[in-house]
Structure formats: structure tokens, C-alpha cells
């Protein structure tokens, strides 16, 4: 089993209200970078933050980490259009993407695709899975299904989903990019060039590059790996593909998690990790709704359960990196953390 | 412990009769790619080679994976100047080399040198094991040698060491780069610039960053990390530092390896991975001094040993590996593998 990470930027999150992964626009540049370095490393060694939301809500890369420290799996991370230098080993697959309101906010689309499914192709393993890291991502995954056709809403790592300003980006998407809604079904290339990021185009090529080899692809994401399964069913991609989420993800009321993965004939994992039995605001904050996925969260929880690792020990993985980050106390949303990893 | 693997290329390589690593020169432009695939993989993935010497020698990648895959250590590899591409996850820190015989065979040394210094100062590892994989990698540490003004020769990938070509090539380069033997003394960048190639430059600048922080190092080979060792030396760089190599390069007899250590105040760990008492051409072209090193091999060894694994364990996943990448009759030197890894 090999983990993937497909992390990049757009200009998109870029937008007003769009995301919350990792504070302001400029902070949020680097999230993707510090995201892969926390999987890697357990802490960020060249990006210059922790990825935590105003109200002090951490990265669910500090899920997955705590997740691969017990449960060592391979990982692969692709650098799927980061902005920021990271410390991290990826295969770079893509530039940083554009702004949805663009008219080609992907423009080559098609060459990362073709890397990424070549590498999927490729990859020894006999099953994969596969998250993302990419401020911003929902609502790009919103112009991908809206591109197809599909007709799911989707999730936020806010609380409060800003769903009307990203149906509104959207829609300027659209125009800008001479497309109606639908225009792109069956035409997962042109969704992701017109309507889509770069992202979405590295889960999509390495997904349908090891389907195709007869591995065992899991989607490690809420909304967004809806998007990436819509991409393949689009794709003719006919096999079992898996949805690995969270429950916070499957809670959102507004999101059309099992709608989607009914209609698009996914199987759908939903793992609880159970925060309501930990103390401190990193948990709090899921609680209230916030992040609820990414980087592949839900994908890490599910494979926690298969291997029998209680939640108790994932939740206390967490405590242990949190308090290395020097966010316990989360009174310093975004700071630098320096400790070292035992073991 | 992180076990780092530093890989690139120079022009030097494609000097005839200067390497062993991969047989022609175009091929061997695909070496190190291949061999951080197989560290990572367990065969080449995007590389379109199986390194193996005209005369059916293995590259030594084979053994760091046996041991990768027994111990599950954790790795970085640095592309540190690879001609060709790898799906193998890397961190930049430089561009392929020049020719020893230009001028300034690495131009960009200092740059190198900076960004591997930040990385090891920053990884939160209590322990660091630096490998390499550069073809013709011990002429250019001649080069440094003698830039440096250290006496001592250098081993070779070749059962017959090409000594009087390296000291040719040695010479041509150092009258190219207007640098007299000893010219660099205490000028470690300088003799990297001059005389050196991109992975001396990684390997010099990761250790200098991990042991500024206080980290134990490991410089995993045979004399090209001697070079390194003397880099580091040449920097004022106190605190202790181990060359953990094979018996290979320490029963070389043209190689200045005991002498180079105690001089170079350096701690030298050998390891006897015992293929006498393995039967197959691989192991037999290693008896006969083929290799000898490379890709970390004697710092995995060292590694192996310390976890008491026993060495026919080692063999034993060598086995598996070879056979997996069908070079295990040896009939076909240059070939690509195609099986999946158990487990």
C-alpha cells in the first residue's frame, strides 16, 4: 500500500472567504508545503508555518502523520503545483494553477494528467490511496462537477460553508471559460483545464494510471475526491473505486456525500475518530465543523481501523505532534514549531 | 534515523573507461535515477534500466532496498543533479555537472552547498546516514582530494581501478580550473566549484547542516564520502564523524580508506555482508571487486548489523529483489523489470 499526497496551490483561494487552510491568502501559500513537510517529518522544516485556522483549528495533516508514525506506510507526495519551496521529496507533476475566473485556469492540464497516470501506471503497489492537499480545493472541485454536470454541492473546511460565493465563482468560471454546466461530460480533460485544478489533475492521472494496472485505488477526501471519482466515471474508468472520508465530512448536511457516491457507484468509507472524547481546541474545532478533511484525513482514519489501531491512540498521536508544533495552547495561531520527534 | 541518498550526474562520467555504474554511458546517465527507484520501489518505475555492469554486477541500490525493506527506515533523496527523470520523490538541491576537465566543472556549488546546509539544519532527525549515486563519482572526489591537497586514492566501481585515467583526468582538470593540488585548503567550496561534482556539494552541505545541529552523522561509502569527510575537515567541521563502508572497499588495496580516517580524524565502521556464502553472479561479481559500494550500501549494512539482522537476511531479500527484477540469471545486463514487491 502506498499513500499518495497530490498538494498544490491555485489563485483561486486566493479569493475572499473562499478557504480556511491556514489563515490569510499569504499564509495560505505555503499551507500545501507545510502540509507535506508535517506528513514527512512531523513538523514543517523549510515552510515557515503551521497550518492552523484563525480560530485554531490545525491541519488534518497532523491526522494523517499521526496515522503513518504508527502504521509507517509508504508515502509518495506529489508536488502538484506548490507555490512554496517544500522540504519534503515529491514528483513534481505541475505548475501552481490559475484563478477559476479564468478562462484556462489549468492550462496544462493534459501533461499532468498524462505524468500522473503514467506514474499511477507504473507504481509497484497493489493499492493506493490517495489525498490532497490544495487551499482553495472545494470549490474548484465545484467547477469540475458543475463542468461534468454533476450535480452535488460541496463540503468546506469552514464551518459556516461559504456556498453561494463559491456557486457565484463558479458561475464566473463558466463565462469566463466558454463552457456551460455540462458541457464537459464525458470530457474529464477539458473539466479540469476549463473548470478545474491542478490537483484534481494529478488524483485523476494517478487514480486512473493504477486503475488500469489493477490496483486497489482509494479517493482519501470528502467533496473534492467526489469530484476526482466524477472525473473517472467520466473517464470510463468502470472498476470499484473507494471514498475514504470523515464524519465530519459525511455530517455536512449541505455536501451531497452519499447522494454522489450512490449515483456515481462508489463505495463509500466513513471513519469517526472519535474527538468528542478529547480535550483541547484542536479537537473543539473539528467539532465545530472546521476542516473536517484533507490531506488525506479521512483515508489515514479508515486505514487506522482496518489495522486495529484504536482512535484513542490516533487522538493521542495527535496530542504528541500538536504539543511538538507548540500549538497546544493554540493562543499563537500561526507559529513555527521546532521540537524534534521521538522515535 | 533518516537515510539520505544523493543522486545526480556529471559529464565527468562519460569519460570511457571512467565508470562501471550501468555500463555505457548512456545508460549509466540513467543509473542514479534508477537507484533511488529502487531504494524507493523496489525496481525502477519511470528509469528505463536495471544498473547492472557489462559483466552481470548489480548496483549495490539492491542491497540499501534488501535492508530498506527489512528495517523501514526512513529516507530522503536528494536529486542532486539527475540527468534523467526519476518517479522516485526528491528534493532539488541541484544541476547535473560538468566535465572535471572544464574549467568549473560545477558552477553552481555554492547554491548547492547552501540549500542541502538548511535542510540538514532543519530535519528534525536525531541521526542522519548519507549515501550517493553519482557514475564516475570517484574521479571527482580525486579532484576534490587533490584541490583540498589530501594525499589520498580513490577506490573504483570496476575490478580494476582505472587509477592512472582519474589521475589523468585529475590533472587535465586542475590545470582547466587554474587550481594547483592543495589550492583549496580550507576552501571547500572552492575545490567542489573547481574540481568537484553536485552530490560532494549535497552530501558536504547536508552533513555541515545536520552536525551544526547537532546530529550524529554517517557518511554511508566508500572514498568518495572520504572526499566529503575532507570537505567537512576543510570547514572546521570538530565533532565526530563515521564512514561506515563495505569490506569491498576496505580490502582495496589501491584505496587510501584506513589511513584517509585516522588522519582525517574519522570513525570507520566496515561491514561484511558475507556474499562468499551466497551463490549467484551477482554476489560473485562483488567477490571479484566489482562495485564494491555505492547508494549507501555500507551505511545500510552498518545499519543492519546494528539491528542484528543477520546478513543472511540481507542476501536473502537481495535474492528476492534480483529475481524480481529478472537480472537474476544475468543473461540480460541492461534490462526493465517489471514484477510487484510482496508485502
Known sequence: MRFVIAAGTTRTAAIEGISAAGGDADVMRHTPSADVEIVEYGRPVCAPVVPVSPSGCPTPAVVTRAVRKRLKFDTLLLDAGLAMPTAAPTVNVADPGHDLRDPEPVPEADATVDAARELGRTLPDREVVIGESIPGGTTTALGVLRALGEPYDVSSSLAENPLPLKRDVVSDGLDASGVSAGDAAGKPLLAIRRMGDPVLAAVFGLAAGAASQGADVTLAGGTQMIAAAALLRHADVEGPIRVA???????????????????????????????????????????????????????????????????????????????????????????????????
Chains 1, 2 share one sequence.
Open 245 to 343: 472520508t470523515t464524519a465530519f465530512v459525511a455530517a455536512d448536511r449541505e455536501a451531497d456525500l452519499r447522494r454522489a457516491a450512490t449515483n456515481l457507484d462508489l463505495s463509500l468509507a466513513v471513519t469517526d475518530p472519535g474527538f468528542d472524547q478529547a480535550s483541547g481546541t484542536a479537537f473543539a474545532r473539528y467539532r465545530d465543523g472546521e476542516a473536517k478533511e484533507g490531506v488525506g484525513m479521512g483515508g489515514a482514519l479508515w486505514l487506522a481501523e482496518r489495522h486495529g489501531v484504536p482512535m484513542g491512540d490516533v487522538r493521542d498521536g495527535m496530542h504528541e505532534i500538536l504539543e511538538r508544533l507548540s500549538v497546544g495552547s493554540y493562543r499563537d495561531p500561526v507559529g513555527t514549531g521546532s521540537g524534534e520527534e521521538p522515535g
